[in-house]
Every structure is written in C-alpha cells, then in structure tokens.
C-alpha cells in the first residue's frame, strides 16, 4: 500500500508544481494571517485546494491536516491521515525566489509511511516509503555518515547558536547554513549534502512530516529536540522541535542539548 500511496503524492506534488508556476510570485495576491502566523498567497490556497481535491477524491478515508486548511476533529478518527503543506517556503515563492516546497505525507496510526517533496524551480522530487528506500529524481539517498559535531555543516536557523539552548553553554564548532523550507533542509539531509538540521522552536506537522520520512528512509534519524521519536497527527499538530541527522551523528548531536 505505501508504494501505491506514494506513487499518489508523487503525482499530486507535480500536479501543484504546475498549479504554482501558474502564478508569478511577486505578483501574486498575498494578505498576513491572523495572530502573526505569517503570509499567505493566492497560489497556497489555490495548491491547497488542488491537492485536497486530488488526494481526497482517491483516498476518501483518509483523514486531512494542512496549513492551508481549517483543522477539524475529524482526522482524529481517522487510521490514515493526509499531512500536507501547500507551499512550504511562502515568503520565498512570495519574494519571487526558487526555494519553496510542496510537501505531502501519509501518516498511517500517528507514523509516516509516505512522503513526497517537489522544488518545482528547482526541479527537485524527494520520495520515501516506508521499508522502500528515499529518492532524489529517482535516484536512490544516503545520509550523511559523519560521526563527529565539531567541524560539521548543519541547517539551521540564527537562533540555534544560542548558547541556552546547550548542554553546559557550550555550543559545538559546527558550520551553520540556512534554507528557508524545513521541508527543503530535511531533503538535504536525505540526499546527505547536509550532515543534519536542527529547529528547537515548536514546529507543525506539515513542515516536517514529509521530509521525517525522507531521512529516516535515507538512513538518518529524525526524532524531536529531546531525541524523542516524532508522532503525527496530534490533537494539536505540533512537535517539540526537530533533530535530523545521519545515523552516527544524532545521538551525539541529543547529548549536547541542554536537556
């Protein structure tokens, strides 16, 4: 079933590629959400429906959570739930840039079992399944096998170089880069460009769920900031920050936290 559940995302992600390269970026209408929850385009919400349409009619038992969506009890109910972001990355598509995501999983009983990320400028598809391998393009991913912190290149946001965040103060010698998609940062983990990514601020669902998939499924671990592994579909879709690295690194990337 996950092969075949895949092969749906894959095909929906291409779908709303073509559906967001419709609109211009720049000049695509845009207004701020409620509560300071940032932007939001013309083009997400008309992915959004793309997708809901798409996906929903093929699998109508299948629970809903997007970004894009108003979230209702329902899903709660459901043993499979589609998780989805419409366009992750929306200040960059808003900025007329080339990094932004689609990003869509399957959680099956609060796991992912599948996940799709498309980079339309990019051209870039990730995809994983559970027990299947991940893939770039087609082309099979490995994670990183570097073991040691000091000297190695992580994604992360400004803030995660704050010494409160460390166990003892002390922030390991790592080089910092920085994507704007969490989606995006988790396929380079995967593809094994990057050797992890670190978020500590509560983090939705749908940025991560997709890309959760990619790396584990690459070989790399991602579990929260506490080294816990990640559940999905939630009461309330957030997960207490995101570690993602290869297999070697990860556990020493928890033990330098400050717990």
Known sequence: MQETDLALLSDAVRLAARVATSYTGRSARFWDKPDGAGPVTEADLAVNACLEATLRLSRPDYGWLSE???????????????????IDGTRSFQEGSRTWAHSVAIAHQGRITAGAICLPQRDKLYTAAEGCGA???GTPLSASAGREITGCELLAARPTTDPDHWHEGVVPGFRRAYRPSLAYRLGLVGEGRFDGMLTFRPTWEWDIAAGAII?????????????????????????????????????????ALRR
């Open 68 to 86: 894009e969506s108003e979230d209702t009890a329902d899903r709660l109910s459901r043993e499979t739930v589609f998780i989805v972001d419409p």
């Open 135 to 137: 893939f770039l393009n």
């Open 215 to 255: 790396v584990a499924e690459a070989g790399g671990i991602c579990s929260d900031k506490s080294g816990a592994a990640l559940r999905f579909n939630n009461e309330k879709p957030l997960l207490n920050g995101v570690v993602a690295a290869g297999r070697d690194m990860h556990p020493g990337l928890i033990t």
